[in-house]
């Protein structure tokens, strides 16, 4: 439904979407002077996209009222504010652009990037966070690389580094119970904030979360991040192929990962 609505809408109108979507989400309501403001433009501009998109029924307007979104709305705004989150993340995590610049360059390649090309690059994400040859070091050496034009060296102590980290993971991950059996792996709700893991099997958890995390794609061997914790430990908020769900720990509790 969201790539039909897509064909539809301006990158303007998605830009008017995708803002009273991340209002709501800070102030639970969102007003026409305050997608103005966020979007710096004047009351007869935002007048005239919210009527624009009411007639498509992806929000509820009514002048001098509050702006919701519809059923419809919500789907579509979720969809332009995943693929921000998504440009923006690998721009700052993988190209090592600076936050504010990597933010401008996502809002504007948000309305063209196609879900084909979303999908690879949430892959990519994760093949470098993975692969022994890449991950954080990698990252950090190209980092590095942009700051002061010099081409990295002394390949073989990475490899070497890399077979050692690889092979210490595998020591960590397959140490034996007493009865000689694999000890079983944490769950999402071990896991603190910045950890991160691949998904092993999801229960049937309550809440039909297990449904909700199928229908998005997610299934074993999807890799997750948890973003932060509550005070007591509840509710789990993490972020999955570009989404941010927010989880019970009695949910969390019955997904099963292996840590990286």
């Known amino acids: 439904m969201a790539h039909a609505e897509k064909l539809t809408l301006s990158a303007s109108l998605e830009d008017y979407l995708e803002a009273i979507y991340r209002i709501v989400a ?6 026409a002077k305050d997608v103005g403001r966020r979007l710096k433009v004047g009351r007869s501009s935002v007048t005239g996209a919210l009527h624009a998109l009411a007639d498509r029924q992806l929000i509820h307007y009514a002048p001098y009222d509050l702006v919701t979104l519809t059923d419809r709305g919500r789907e579509v705004a979720e969809g332009v504010a995943r693929r921000h989150e998504v440009l923006g993340d690998f721009f700052v995590s993988v190209l090592a652009v600076d936050p504010a610049e990597a ?14 090309v979303l999908s690879r690059l949430l892959e990519f994400i994760d093949f470098v966070d993975r692969c022994p040859r890449g991950g954080t070091h990698w990252i950090q050496g190209f980092k590095r690389s942009c700051h002061t034009d010099k081409r990295p060296g002394h390949c073989e102590t990475c490899l070497a580094r890399a077979v050692n980290g690889v092979q210490a993971k595998h020591r960590k991950e397959t140490h034996m ?8 792996g944490a769950t999402l709700a071990d896991l603190k904030p910045g950890g991160k893991a691949t998904i092993l099997t999801i229960g049937g958890a309550a809440g039909g979360i297990r449904r909700r995390l199928l229908d998005m794609g997610v299934t074993a061997g999807t890799r997750v991040e948890v973003e932060r914790v509550a005070p007591l430990g509840d509710p789990i908020e993490v972020k999955i192929k570009g989404y941010h769900l927010t989880l019970r720990k009695e ?10």
């Not at 360059?105 to 084909?116: F, G, M, Q, T």
């Not at 119970?177 to 694999?182: L, R």
Request: aromatic share 0%.
């Open 26 to 31: 800070e102030k639970q309501v969102a007003r």
């Open 103 to 116: 933010d401008a360059a996502a809002c504007k390649l948000e309305h063209a990037v196609s879900e084909n």
């Open 177 to 184: 119970d007493t009865n000689g059996e694999k000890k079983a």
């Open 251 to 260: 949910e969390a509790a019955r997904i099963h990962v292996e840590r990286s």
